[in-house]
């Protein structure tokens, strides 16, 4: 067993258990003396379902057994973190609202149909979404923004960013965040001048536009590149994840904070009191 305190401290579900999230965000869930696990959440049909979540990741049994009725294991707890696919995340917002339990979404990838459905349960619960729940990354956000408002259209932006193979999503939420930060420090729009991937004879780069790319190699965490380049020189803001517990323990955070917060969709600038 774990040995948390589940009586005065708030519990937590963890959807996607078995993934490479899932299981960090287990562990710093048990090494935390600030919050308890009440849950873990998998796919149906998925081979932990049944199983006791600390015996499933290779170690003793801490009295939590995965299920697949998420709604069932929500209603237990004071917060979900969920990083697993758009569709499940959108299911879940729905899920956690009706639970009134605090929804940290780290998935990325959602389409803007998601993104209306996800706002539409943060009527009803405190929802705290962002495609990179690291400090770091929230703080280049902010040093982006404030290079791009200081450069003009002689310096060409693009994001740069490098993850392991297996990841299924292009851009990386991080590097929408970071061309988001870039285009408001312009004043511009991203939708308008984004140019998201290049092939063929695609004629000159146009001014103003910020680039995607995206590496896709090996077992790369997360890394993002900011470059700021005109005919003369050149300025790279870079982050480099060395480890996903800085994502998790973002996300620990993120569910700590929520507890006492207003229903309504929360960043995690908001988190960390970085928003101006
Ligand atoms: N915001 C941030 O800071 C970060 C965000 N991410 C994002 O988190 C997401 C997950 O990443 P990662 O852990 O690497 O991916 P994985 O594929 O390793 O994990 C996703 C997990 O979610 C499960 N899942 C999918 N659909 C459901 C469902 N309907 N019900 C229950 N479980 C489900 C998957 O199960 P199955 O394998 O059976 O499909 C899998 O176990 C991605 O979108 C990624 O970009 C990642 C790191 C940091
Ligand atoms: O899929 C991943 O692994 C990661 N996804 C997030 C993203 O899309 O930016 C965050 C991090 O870079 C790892």
């Given at each position: 067993?774990?040995?948390?305190?589940?009586s005065?401290?708030?519990?937590?579900?963890?959807?996607?258990?078995?993934?490479?999230?899932g299981?960090?965000?287990?562990?710093?869930?048990?090494?935390?003396?600030?919050?308890?696990?009440?849950?873990?959440?998998?796919?149906?049909?998925h081979?932990?379902?049944?199983?006791?979540?600390?015996?499933?990741?290779?170690?003793?049994?801490?009295?939590?057994?995965?299920?697949?009725?998420?709604?069932?294991?929500?209603?237990?707890?004071?917060?979900?973190?969920?990083?697993?696919?758009?569709?499940?995340?959108?299911?879940?917002?729905?899920?956690?609202?009706?639970?009134r339990?605090?929804?940290v979404?780290?998935t990325?990838?959602?389409?803007?149909?998601?993104?209306?459905?996800?706002?539409?349960?943060?009527?009803?619960?405190?929802?705290?979404?962002?495609?990179n729940?690291?400090?770091?990354?929230?703080?280049?956000?902010?040093?982006?923004?404030?290079?791009?408002?200081?450069?003009?259209?002689?310096?060409?932006?693009?994001?740069?960013?490098?993850?392991?193979?297996?990841?299924?999503?292009?851009?990386s939420?991080?590097?929408?965040?970071?061309?988001?930060?870039?285009?408001?420090?312009?004043?511009?729009?991203?939708?308008?001048?984004?140019?998201?991937?290049?092939?063929?004879?695609?004629?000159?780069?146009?001014?103003?536009?910020i680039?995607?790319?995206?590496?896709?190699?090996?077992?790369?965490i997360?890394?993002?590149?900011?470059?700021?380049?005109?005919?003369?020189?050149?300025?790279?803001?870079?982050?480099?994840?060395?480890?996903?517990s800085?994502?998790?323990?973002?996300?620990?955070?993120?569910?700590?904070?929520?507890?006492?917060?207003?229903?309504?969709?929360?960043?995690?600038?908001?988190?960390?009191?970085?928003?101006?």
């Open positions: 067993m774990s040995g948390q305190d589940n005065t401290t708030p519990g937590i579900v963890i959807t996607g258990a078995s993934g490479r999230m299981q960090m965000l287990i562990r710093t869930v048990l090494a935390s003396d600030r919050v308890h696990l009440a849950g873990a959440v998998d796919r149906s049909g081979d932990w379902i049944g199983r006791d979540v600390g015996e499933a990741l290779g170690g003793s049994a801490v009295g939590v057994i995965v299920t697949d009725d998420a709604l069932e294991a929500f209603a237990k707890a004071q917060a979900v973190i969920d990083f697993t696919a758009p569709a499940a995340t959108v299911e879940f917002a729905g899920l956690a609202a009706q639970a339990a605090v929804h979404i780290g990325t990838g959602l389409n803007d149909e998601d993104i209306d459905a996800i706002s539409r349960a943060a009527r009803h619960a405190v929802i705290v979404r962002a495609g729940m690291s400090l770091g990354v929230n703080l280049l956000t902010q040093l982006t923004k404030k290079v791009a408002a200081a450069l003009d259209a002689d310096f060409d932006i693009e994001v740069i960013e490098y993850h392991h193979n297996r990841k299924v999503d292009a851009p939420g991080t590097a929408l965040m970071l061309g988001e930060a870039a285009a408001e420090g312009r004043g511009v729009v991203l939708e308008e001048v984004a140019d998201r991937g290049r092939d063929g004879i695609t004629g000159a780069r146009e001014a103003g536009h680039g995607f790319s995206a590496i896709r190699a090996g077992a790369i997360g890394e993002h590149d900011v470059m700021f380049a005109s005919q003369s020189e050149r300025i790279i803001l870079r982050h480099v994840a060395e480890d996903r800085v994502f998790a323990n973002g996300a620990l955070r993120a569910a700590i904070w929520g507890q006492d917060k207003a229903p309504g969709a929360y960043d995690m600038l908001d988190v960390l009191g970085l928003n101006d």
